[in-house]
């Protein structure tokens, strides 16, 4: 079946980085992706890999995926006060469907 | 380019009573997928459509539907509202095509929806 999931909670000081984990089940997946959600707002798309790949960079971000394991990873350099809000990953199936499975969020703390 | 739009942005409503949320997809863009969001489920998808055929439906009652237009705009309605329909609905638009920017999926602010 489809599932992911996420840790809950993950507190890091300012200027350090921070590394969001995430497992899935479903071997099948294409696209795996990261959101971030803020208070109040909806979800903005950070970045995202194809199942191919096992690492992409964008800037302060960079995704680390272990197909063999089903393991995903958002690492953040330089974390900054601005990025504490929720993370999910999620993971998009095979076929013809823009249907995306979430795992439960993991909350960003950072510290200054 | 306008981003995802959704209306209304809150909205308060009795059990009993039906509602229709409305999702303005990103220009150009023709698949729209609905979420809700809760504090014990999670992000929940709902159900998709592209080129005004539902593609794709999540595990909910019948009670919850939807439809699309020409335009690619989306509504989704929920009938006889329990007090569990209180939640956060997002919905998604993305491109369909050719490449792999088609797969990105970009989420609007969301409808907060309290049932009482």
């Known amino acids: 079946g489809e599932d992911v999931e996420q840790s809950l909670f993950l507190s890091v000081r300012e200027g350090d980085s921070s590394v969001i984990n995430c497992t899935y089940t479903?071997?099948?997946?294409?696209?795996l992706y990261w959101y971030k959600q803020e208070p109040g707002a909806g979800l903005q798309l950070l970045t995202y890999?194809?199942?191919?790949?096992d690492m992409k960079q964008d800037q302060r971000l960079t995704v680390l995926l272990n197909k063999k394991d089903k393991h995903l990873s958002l690492r953040i350099a330089d974390t900054q006060t601005g990025d504490s809000a929720i993370y999910f990953c999620a993971e998009r199936g095979s076929g013809n469907t823009g249907k995306l499975i979430f795992g439960q969020g993991t909350t960003l703390q950072v510290k200054p | 380019k306008a981003g995802v739009t959704q209306t209304p942005r809150y909205l308060i409503k009795t059990r009993g009573q039906q509602v229709t949320l409305s999702c303005s997809p990103i220009?150009?863009?023709?698949?729209v997928s609905w979420y809700q969001q809760t504090p014990g489920q999670g992000l929940q998808f709902l159900f998709e459509?592209?080129?005004?055929?539902?593609?794709n439906k999540g595990n909910f009652p019948g009670r919850f539907s939807g439809r699309q237009f020409s335009n690619s705009r989306s509504e989704m309605n929920v009938s006889t509202l329990e007090l569990g329909d209180s939640a956060l609905y997002l919905c998604?638009?993305?491109?369909?095509?050719?490449?792999?920017?088609?797969?990105?999926?970009?989420f609007g602010p969301g409808t907060r929806l309290t049932v009482t």
């Open positions: 998604a638009s993305s491109l369909v095509g050719r490449g792999p920017t088609s797969y990105e999926q970009y």
């Open positions: 459509y592209f080129s005004e055929t539902q593609r």
């Open positions: 220009s150009g863009h023709r698949s």
């Open positions: 890999i194809f199942s191919n790949m």
């Open positions: 479903d071997s099948s997946s294409t696209y």
